[in-house]
């Protein structure tokens, strides 16, 4: 097992050094001199302009300054927004929990819903509810997000009024950010409306947010039990007398959920994706909608900070999957 | 020959390969339905001069925000009403599908045609150049997709409807390459690969006449799953503001486009997104039949 980590870790290790030269880069080779940027239309003095380009080192050769820039990821500064004067991370770190608040929820919902749906299809293989489950999960795959949020929206916020349409939490309430993530600070608070509140606006973005990860979890499931129910030692069970609801849920569904939880994994990078979108329709103040601003700002440190960040937490995950698959299925090991 | 004609009409040649491949295709229910609506989608692109009703970017100053005809105050000037400019919403939709389809097409072909190349060059080419290809593949597939194209955009300076689409041509690089690169390294394992290098085929014949034809199969898949994930990408990123640009009449921009009055005129918002999800619906469905009349093994 021991070989088994150091091994993923030494794969690991050049592959964060690769995402690192292309954050490197991306500053670089944005349009406009990082300093020039800093200072807008209002422009710079030819002479102040080489003193700041050498004091940021950009007067340096590109290997040195990369060097630099590695010194300064591994000491954990990714540079200061041009726009809020705020370290890079901390913006981060304010924002986070907002989005894993969101992702969390949304693959809550997608792993109880599809789970089920995909193991009551493999039982009912041919039925008109596995044609029509499989049906709408490659329509859930196929859903333009942002048209399926606003859809939500008009339906639901709009329409019929039950939810509301942006933000995490109603106006009235101000609730002291502890964690940063809303239900637990909402429920400290005592404040049982607040707490409502909370859940209310959570809603509607986790569904849009995990409506993709719906379809493959159900997807993956229904055919991973497929593949475990045609098993010898299923047959065996059923032969010595098991119950058929015991066969399904213990026998098969154990056994079929290893690759089901490897792809719920993954859908972390889904996840950080979809939140560009989903937190820019209902306005979710997360990282997903940030890294947006920062584009539409040209605020170039924040997006190389935070798309930094984004990767990082994105390898961090697979890792761990990976480890945990190793863990869960010796013969991967090797 | 005479011998042949003479055989009793009862044995018949067993089917050709495409028939075969078609037969299994036909079973698939829905890749049928995928392809129908494919084919319905590539004539109304390329008849959009001759079927859209009027230009799509002709603003009617007498109708702003127009509902469709078959609701009180729709007229059928405008089948499924105007936006907030007084443009005709199913003449942009057509005008649309013909820009979702070229840039389809556009992405799948470049990325396609990179992939294969680095593809095809690490399996030959083995040692480090592999690796490194192959490390760089594994740092572009860390970045969630979205996140990448952002990323690219911002790069390339300014957003528009073909930096758009090279940043997602970039993103789903890695998938083509690593594709080929694991079918053309099975490949050259086998003995008539080893016979035709034994003939004399040079590195480039082999490459490109002797292991890629057998490589097919799984790219065609690949490229049809890729053009609707093309289509969903584009779509999002000009609905971010970040590819196409009013008031081209592309579905991401008419969405970003509908957030104003979406409230009171669903209609600006249903339709382009309805468009959107159709598209990528019947290519994912013909893409998925695909795969299992192409790969009987994967069938279920």
Known sequence: ?334 | MAAIEALPATVRPPPSRMAAFWRSFAENRGAIVGLAVMILLIAIAIGADIVAPHSPIEQFRSSFLTPPAWIQGGSFDFPLGTDDLGRDILSRLIYGARLSLIIGAMVVTLSLAVGTLLGLSAAFAGGLIDIALMRLMDVLLVFPSLVLAVVIVAILGHPSLLNAMFAVSIVTLPHYTRLVRAAALSELARDYVTAARCAGAGTLRLMLSTVLPNCVAPLIVQATLGFSSAILDEAALSFLGLGAQPPTPEWGTMLAGALQYYQRAWWLLTFPGLAILVTVLAFNLFGDGLRDALDPKLRR
């Open chain 1, 1 to 334: 097992m021991l070989q088994f980590i150091l091994r993923r870790v030494s794969l690991i290790i050049p592959t964060f050094i690769g995402v690192t030269l292309l954050t490197f880069a991306l500053i670089r080779l944005v349009p406009g001199d990082p300093i020039e940027v800093r200072f807008g239309e209002r422009g710079v003095a030819p002479e102040r302009l080489a003193a700041l380009r050498h004091e940021a080192g950009l007067d340096q050769p590109l290997w040195k300054q990369f060097l630099d820039y590695e010194a300064q990821v591994a000491t954990g500064d990714l540079g200061i927004s041009v726009v809020t004067k705020q370290p890079v991370w901390s913006e981060f770190a304010a924002l986070f929990p907002a989005t894993v608040e969101l992702s969390v929820s949304a693959i809550l919902f997608a792993v109880l819903i599809g789970l089920p749906l995909g193991v009551v299809a493999a039982v009912k293989r041919g039925s008109p509810f596995d044609y029509g489950l499989m049906g709408l999960s490659v329509t859930g795959a196929s859903m333009p997000i942002p048209w399926w949020g606003l859809m939500m929206i008009l339906v639901f916020s709009v329409g019929l009024g039950w939810t509301p349409v942006s933000g995490r939490i109603s106006d009235v309430f101000f609730v002291e950010p502890i964690t940063g993530f809303m239900l637990i600070d909402t429920w400290f608070s005592d404040d049982d409306g607040a707490v409502l509140s909370a859940i209310n606006h959570l809603i509607l973005p986790a569904i849009v947010l995990g409506t993709i990860p719906l379809a493959t979890v159900a997807r993956m499931t229904r055919s991973s039990m497929l593949e475990v129910l045609n098993e010898d030692y299923i047959r065996t069970a059923r032969a010595k007398g098991v119950s058929g609801l015991r066969v399904v849920l213990v026998h098969a569904l154990r056994n079929a959920l290893i690759p089901v939880v490897t792809v719920i994994g993954l859908q972390v990078g889904t996840l950080l994706g979809g939140a560009i979108l989903t937190e820019t329709i209902f306005s979710w103040p997360g990282v997903g909608h940030w890294l947006v601003e920062s584009v539409q700002r040209r605020d170039y440190p924040v997006l190389q900070g935070g798309v930094l960040l984004v990767a990082s937490l994105v390898m961090l995950v697979n890792f761990g999957v990976d480890l945990t698959y190793g863990f869960l299925n010796p013969r991967i090991r090797r």
